[in-house]
C-alpha cells in the first residue's frame, strides 16, 4: 500500500461545477496535509494546508481532513479552465514529507 | 524575494559526464530539500538539509549522487557519472519550518542525458 493514495484521473469537470479531489493516508502519526497544483511543465505550487479534522475555506478552495479515517480531500468551486492542472496531495509525518502521485484534474469550458 | 531560484533550467548531457545542479533557497529559509520527478515515479525525496547539515539522504539512488549545501544560500546536487536513466525533472524546495509549512519549489532542472 502507497503511503499516499491519490486517484490518478484524469478527473473532467464542466466550467463551473465543482471538482472533488481525493488523497487517503496510511500513517496515523500524519500531523499536517497540504495539497499542491502543478501545471504541466512547472513546479508544484503550495494552494492549502490544514491541520485539524474539519474543513478549511481559501476562496474557491475547501480541503478537508478526517483522521479517522485517514482521509483528505480537496474542493474546488465555481472550477475554471485554469484550473486544470495535476494536483499533489502532501502528508507530513516527523518532518517527512510525502507526496502521492497526484491527480490530473481538466475543466472543461 | 524572488523564490527558489534553480539553474539550469535544462541541461542535456552525455552518459558518463557529470551534471552539477545548483539552487538558490529562499532567505531564512531553513531546511532545502532535493526531489526528482518523472512520469513513472512521481516526487521522489532525495536528500534534505536543515541548517546546511544533511538529515537525510537515504533517496539518493547511487553513489553516483551527491550533495551539498556550503552556507545557507546555495545547495548542489551532483551526478557523476551521469546515465540515461537519470533523465528527470530534478526540483529544488525550501521550507521555513519543515513540517508545519509547505514548501517552496523551486523552476527545476529537465535533465536529459543521451
Known amino acids: 500500500q502507497k503511503e499516499v493514495e491519490q486517484n490518478s484521473g484524469p478527473l473532467s469537470v464542466p466550467e463551473g461545477a465543482i471538482a472533488s479531489l481525493n488523497c487517503t493516508y496510511s500513517?496515523?502519526?500524519?500531523?499536517?496535509f497540504f495539497w499542491y497544483r502543478q501545471y504541466s511543465g512547472k513546479s508544484p505550487e503550495l494552494i492549502m494546508f490544514?491541520?485539524?479534522?474539519g474543513d478549511k475555506e481559501d476562496g474557491r478552495f475547501t480541503a478537508q481532513l478526517n483522521k479517522a479515517s485517514q482521509y483528505v480531500s480537496l474542493l474546488i468551486r465555481d472550477s475554471q479552465p485554469s484550473d486544470s492542472a495535476t494536483y499533489l496531495c502532501?502528508?507530513?509525518?516527523?518532518?517527512?514529507?510525502?507526496f502521492g502521485a497526484g491527480t490530473r484534474l481538466t475543466v472543461k469550458p | 524575494d524572488a523564490g527558489v531560484i534553480q539553474s539550469p533550467r535544462h541541461e542535456v548531457t552525455e552518459m558518463g559526464q557529470e551534471v552539477t545542479l545548483r539552487c538558490k533557497p529562499i532567505s531564512g529559509h531553513n531546511s532545502l530539500f532535493w526531489y526528482r520527478q518523472t512520469m513513472m515515479r512521481g516526487l521522489e525525496l532525495l536528500i534534505y538539509?536543515?541548517?546546511?547539515?544533511?538529515?537525510?539522504d537515504s533517496g539518493m539512488p547511487e553513489d553516483r549522487f551527491s550533495a551539498k549545501m556550503p552556507n545557507a544560500s546555495f545547495s548542489t546536487l551532483k551526478i557523476q557519472p551521469s546515465e540515461p536513466r537519470d533523465s528527470a525533472v530534478y526540483f529544488c524546495?525550501?521550507?521555513?519550518?519543515?513540517?508545519?509549512?509547505?514548501?517552496?519549489f523551486g523552476s527545476g532542472t529537465r535533465l536529459t542525458v543521451v
Open positions: 524546495a525550501s521550507s521555513l519550518r519543515q513540517g508545519i509549512d509547505g514548501y517552496t
Open positions: 502532501a502528508v507530513n509525518v516527523n518532518n517527512d514529507m510525502r
Open positions: 538539509f536543515n541548517n546546511n547539515v544533511p538529515i537525510d
Open positions: 490544514i491541520y485539524s479534522n
Open positions: 500513517d496515523r502519526g500524519s500531523q499536517s
